[in-house]
């Protein structure tokens, strides 16, 4: 049987590599597939290549379907995320002049601390403080929002968050357009690497199981076309497991490193994988553990409550209903159809589809098919807890 | 300039988004062509929300492989009373205009509720522009990887000269050969050999 050849776009970040490994190590041709991967120059092209048909499936901001839904943004069509790729991954850092003025306040840069290093933050920046994000609509945005507005500092009107495309955040932050910067891996290291700038905070700080990326499709599609969709949910998740097992990690960074991929040095690329992250051109480094997952404690499961609690930051910050918001933004992510991919396959799948979302301090054992499930720990900074049945 | 499509396009602003000038200049005169526009071109990526923002146009052109279009759907958020929403032209139903837009390379973004009609010789004449940077594009790109093979083979034929004795012809039959024995391109076998024995030296 000859495999099917799919187009499926990514973005040069590390958090592209379940698409990545599903096709170099065979994950795709094990379910006849054969993956065209297209490396997009900007989440929108890539957005309106998925609406236009361009590409079957690609890469997505996880807030992206779910603003679509909502009618923000300028999605023609409706998207649907079928699996989560990515949890957690994102860096906050600041420029070099930011970042002296917080060591002269005493700040240590202890890396963990969401609300210490929110407050010295706060205290040491300009007025207004400018945060470079890749998109409006990310993961990026919406944790800069809700960790900042936690801690006093209005979001938005008390900051002035600015779209930079991830490549170009070192040489903004360098030419002083921004005092800080919120970006996934490896842009955040490379930002160190030039030494223009350095690195605060990881996004798991400010929430430990933040849905970062998800294989996004156009809902028509995903829905007239099962079995296609399918065996990419099983190559991707089997490409996530891979992924996850000890020894991968650095074997991974050398797949991205090719030119075709992120071209960049496998040395860069590891420090966001390993979650050995160094911080300053000084070479100080910090240990993220969980800095990002793919596929233990269900993490490319795509929860209802995920998707209701953007769209609930995303009412809230437009001044939609946040109740009407979370019906229609859940409905994004599509559990169900993750369900079928994978109800012939190992995967222990939980038994619910929603959940509390930030209620959970340590890794916790669920109801699930195999009975073996244990989901990670999931907290936001504040202890804030979110109920997607009472989104207030 | 003739203002031959009539009082409708009169008026109607256009940014265009180019940093290269020549392209820019290009674009500017089939526009003009098309018709009576009012067109500014922004050169630099920086503050590009806040630059479309200070023109406030009707139509903003972007080429898709520019990077910093990302910055313009901060536009799409705009949601002051002043503020004009803008979004990009999605409606799929308009004679295939979008889609044409999208496969020759650029993106327009438009106030929304501005007639398909209206923005159709702004995009024909853009997308006309577009075919052809790309048409460009794909030669430029073809010609530095002919040259780029050539360099190699060069390469290759020159270290088989040295290793074996070999005369320049000797030493590319020796790869043309190699090369139809295992079914690879000459290029290919050029570059495994230079690969090795930068692993050897």
Redesign the interface.
Known sequence: MTATRLAVGFIPLLDAAPLVVAQEMGYAAEESLDLDLLRA?????LR??L??G?VQAAHMLAPVPVAAALG??????PLAAVSVLSVNGNVIGTSRALAARLRDQGHAFGFDDAGAAGRALIAAAPQPLRIGV????SMHAELLYYWLSALGLPAPQGVDI????P??MAE?IA?G?IDAFCVGEPWGSIVVEQGVGELLLPGRAIWSFAPEKVLAARTDWATAEPDLLGRLIRAVWRAGRWLDAPGSRSLAAEILARPEYLDLDAEVLDRGLTGRITIAATGEQRDVPGNLEFHRGAASFPWRSQAAWIAVQLAAR??LDRAAAARTGSGTFRSDLYRAALAATKADLPGASAKLEGALAEETAVASDGGHLFLRPNRFFDRRIFDPDAPL | MTPSHGPTDRGLSVVIVESDRDRAMLIVDSLREAGDFDIHVISE???L?RHIQAHNPDVVLID???????????L??A?GPLDRPV??F???SAEGL??AA?EAGV?A?VVDGLKPDRLKPILDAAVARFRMFQRMRTELAETKRALEERKVIDRAKGMLMKAKGLTEEEAYALLRKTAMDQGRKVADVAQALVTAAGLLS
């Open positions: 120059p900007s989440w929108s092209s309106d290549m609406v236009f361009r923000l943004g300028g999605a023609g069509a890749p998109f409006p609509f600015r779209t930079v495309p490549p170009l903004a030419a357009e437009t001044g | 990526a920086t503050g929300a898709i492989e520019n990077p910093s279009r990302d910055t313009l759907e901060e799409a958020l949601s979004a990009m999605v409606d799929r979008t889609d999208i993106s973004y």
